[in-house]
Nanobody, 118 residues
Framework: QVQLVESGGGLVQSGGSLRLSCAAS????????MSWHRQAPGKGRELVAIVSRDGITEYADSVKGRFAISRDNAKDTVALQMNSLKPEDTAVYYC????????????WGQGTQVTVAS
């Protein structure tokens, strides 16, 4: 079955950096785009960054120039390097893959907490 396991969250001071990692299994990783989403307290989920199976990336305006998404198809992992963190980046971060067969199913990891102290 599809499994996505995030790691790397934690508490960091404003201006600091964190690197999140997601280990994927249960599907052919190299065939699918991978994305990171986040949910801040009291807010809805937000797409942060996405990387296509060919390595093309897109970012939310709020993180452009600060975050970088990357994938390693040999290790079935996707990472999110977060620099110049701000208190408003505080959220639970999720690794996500959408897999289409007869229909499209969205799989989410359990999430990892990122807290940025001011």
């Amino acid at each position: 079955q599809v499994q996505l396991v995030e790691s790397g969250g934690g508490l960091v001071q404003s201006g600091g950096s964190l690197r999140l990692s997601c280990a994927a299994s249960g599907f052919t990783f190299s065939d699918y785009a991978m994305s990171w989403h986040r949910q801040a307290p009291g807010k809805g989920r937000e797409l942060v960054a996405i990387v296509s199976r060919d390595g093309i990336t897109e970012y939310a305006d709020s993180v452009k120039g600060r975050f970088a998404i990357s994938r390693d198809n040999a290790k079935d992992t996707v990472a999110l390097q977060m620099n110049s963190l701000k208190p408003e980046d505080t959220a639970v971060y999720y690794c996500v893959v959408n897999i289409s067969t007869m229909w499209t199913i969205s799989y989410w990891g359990q999430g990892t907490q990122v807290t940025v102290a001011s």
